[in-house]
């Protein structure tokens, strides 16, 4: 069984600049997270997908970060513009509807914003 | 809120030493599972152990084990026979399955096993 695939694994910008980050679950996996590392720290949640519908948004910084999970698969995760601030990695992860706890995280996006 | 504290940042333990890696948590619910995932330098995060609050019986996972201590909410690292593949940030997070869905990490413990 494929792991949980994010792309690209490296991304580094210039500040105020877009750009995307893009995940693919585990097939049948219905719950997608995407998660902020910044250095040093552990995961923070960002947003949460059961299906397609946006559950949990709360954390997400609305004036520049957007997210969308067409069809309840693949997601993508963009940021416009980018600011220094956020240079992290973006850790995607995924859970079945039969695993009540045990999320599946993928190798995750270092983002470099200078 | 949920808050999970790892109040060591850093340690290192000998090769086939044991070591114990502290955590703490705070919850209201009395529904939760707490786990200890390791994520080495290729950032992958990956599952290490688990356990469910509702049981007593502290988990283990070959090498791994942890002592949880529900009143105290401590739920402790220990890894016996360190093998230098065990060198990565270790993270203590809680998850509950009522209403948040959501893990909540601690800010790690990095790990260094020395030859």
């Known amino acids: 069984e494929a792991g949980v695939v994010q792309s690209p694994r490296y991304k580094i910008i210039e500040k105020k600049q877009p750009v995307a980050f893009w995940c693919n679950p585990i097939?049948?996996?219905?719950?997608l997270y995407w998660y902020r590392q910044n250095l040093g720290q552990g995961p923070e949640l960002l947003i949460r997908?059961?299906?397609?519908?946006?559950?949990?948004d709360s954390q997400l910084p609305k004036d520049r970060f957007s997210a969308e999970r067409l069809k309840g698969v693949d997601s993508t995760l963009k940021i416009q513009p980018a600011e220094l601030g956020d240079s992290a990695v973006y850790l995607c992860?995924?859970?079945?509807?039969?695993?009540?706890?045990?999320?599946?995280f993928g190798p995750g996006t270092r983002l470099t914003v200078l | 809120a949920q808050t999970v504290t790892q109040s060591q940042p850093e340690m290192s333990v000998q090769e086939a030493e044991t070591v114990t890696l502290s955590c703490t948590y705070d919850?209201?619910?009395?529904?939760?599972?707490l786990f200890w995932y390791k994520q080495p330098p290729s950032r992958q995060m990956i599952l290490v152990i688990r356990?469910?609050?509702?049981?007593?019986q502290n988990a283990t996972e070959n090498r791994f084990s942890v002592n949880f201590q529900k009143a105290a909410k401590s739920f402790s690292l220990k890894i016996s026979d360190s093998q230098l593949g065990d060198t990565a940030m270790y993270f203590c997070?809680?998850?509950?399955?009522?209403?948040?869905?959501?893990?909540?990490f601690g800010k790690g413990t990095k790990l260094s096993v020395i030859p």
């Open positions: 097939s049948g996996h219905n719950t």
């Open positions: 997908y059961e299906n397609e519908e946006a559950v949990d």
């Open positions: 356990q469910e609050a509702y049981k007593q």
């Open positions: 919850t209201s619910e009395s529904n939760y599972y």
């Open positions: 997070a809680l998850y509950s399955g009522a209403g948040s869905y959501q893990l909540t």
């Open positions: 992860a995924s859970r079945s509807r039969t695993s009540r706890d045990e999320q599946f």
